[in-house]
Structures are given as structure tokens and as C-alpha cells.
Antibody
């Protein structure tokens, strides 16, 4: 059974940083691209970032480029998102999601999300 | 960057057919994926590559894509289908390729 378990969310002040993690199990992690998608309270889904299976190619939303860094450790079956220079607009539930096929990335399994709250 | 437009809400009676649209410039040239999200839950993929269904999704769910509009069709709507639905594409011509529509709230009357 595919499982994705996010962690690392919490309350952070504007300008602060966090590192989110997503522990994967139930599939061969190193074979699949992975992504982060977020959802602000009461709002829709927003794609944040994606990374290829071996980590050589990364993609970012315009709203986070230069502030967020996606990475993965295939030896630990773990996906990461380093989020820096946080603003109140970054308050959201952050989901990690598995990408089953390409070239058109989409998301077949999702974690339950981790909440990031940016507030002073 | 590429923009996907969805109507905010659709209402349908049980047993009827719901059609949820996703508009985009020449969207027929892209693969469209659809997600269902119920309150407090993570999204669930219901249609991928325009009209393929994951094995766990009932065949009441189908998709199509033509011109500037992609459509998610839910036949014989049930109360349990009430949810938010999002379309999504991967625009590989863009530096920021992941795109979601704004979502459509399906209400079962």
C-alpha cells in the first residue's frame, strides 16, 4: 500500500524558514517523480514544485521560485521541501504527491498534508 | 503562464448527470487530469490523461477534451459525489508547468 507521510509543518514568523519532509513507502520511491501541492485555508489547490525520479530536474511555481528548494533522498525514501523567506501568503496545507507517469505530470497518491502557518 | 478556468459551482439532483468544465486556450493539445476533494481530505485522482480512470474510480466518472474545453462527466450522481473538483495540466512549454484550475463545488441537491 502506497503511503506518504508529511511532517515538519508548524507556526513560523514572517521571514522564517521550515523544512518539510515526506516519508514514502509501498512503492519503489526512486522510480517516480514527486511533487508538492499546497492549499491555503478555504482556497483551491496550487502546484508548488516537482522533482524528477533521480532529482536531476526540478520545477517550481513562479510564486515560490528562489525561496523554496525541492530535494529528495532516494536512499531514505524521503522527499523534502525547504521553504525560506516565508510570507503570510505561504500559509497552507502542504501535500506531497506521487507522479505515476510522464510526460504529463499528475498525482495519483497524496499524503494527508502538513499545515504551515506564517504569522507574527 | 497557462490558465485553467472552472465555474465555481455546479448543482445536480441525485441520479442525474453532472458536467464540470475546465477552460483553457487550445486545451485539446494538453492532457487534462481531474481530482475530487471532500472536506478535510486529501485530493483523489479520478481521471487522468483526459479520459482514463484509476481502477478504484467507478465508471460513472468519465472525461473528454476538445477545443478550448475539457469536461468531467459524472453519471448517475450520488450524494457521496458532493465535493470540490479540480482540473490540472502540465504545461511543459512553461518554466512553471504545473497548473490547477480554481475548482468547482459540486452540490447534490
Amino acid at each position: 500500500e502506497v503511503q506518504l507521510l508529511e511532517s515538519g509543518g508548524g507556526l513560523v514568523q514572517p521571514g522564517g524558514s521550515l523544512r518539510l519532509s515526506c516519508a514514502a513507502s509501498g512503492f519503489t520511491f526512486s522510480t517516480y517523480p514527486m511533487s508538492w501541492v499546497r492549499q491555503a485555508p478555504g482556497k483551491g489547490l496550487e502546484w508548488v514544485s516537482s522533482i524528477s525520479s533521480i532529482g536531476g530536474v526540478t520545477y517550481y511555481a513562479e510564486s515560490v521560485k528562489g525561496r523554496f528548494i525541492i530535494s529528495r533522498d532516494n536512499s531514505k525514501n524521503t522527499l523534502y521541501l525547504q521553504i525560506n523567506s516565508l510570507g503570510v501568503e505561504d500559509t497552507a496545507v502542504y501535500y506531497c504527491a506521487k507522479v505515476p507517469t510522464w510526460p504529463s505530470y499528475h498525482f495519483d497518491y497524496w499524503g494527508q498534508g502538513t499545515l504551515v502557518t506564517v504569522s507574527s | 503562464s497557462y490558465v485553467l478556468t472552472q465555474s465555481p459551482s455546479v448543482s445536480v439532483a441525485p441520479g442525474q448527470t453532472a458536467r464540470i468544465t475546465c477552460g483553457g486556450n487550445n486545451i485539446v493539445t494538453k492532457s487534462v487530469h481531474w481530482y475530487q476533494q471532500k472536506p478535510g481530505q486529501a485530493p483523489v485522482l479520478v481521471i487522468y490523461y483526459d479520459n482514463d480512470r484509476p481502477s478504484a474510480i467507478p465508471d460513472r466518472f468519465s472525461g473528454s477534451n476538445s477545443g478550448n474545453t475539457a469536461t468531467l462527466t459524472i453519471s448517475r450522481v450520488e450524494a457521496g459525489d458532493e465535493a470540490d473538483y479540480y482540473c490540472q495540466v502540465w504545461d511543459d512549454s512553461s518554466d512553471h508547468p504545473g497548473v490547477f484550475g480554481g475548482g468547482t463545488k459540486l452540490t447534490v441537491l
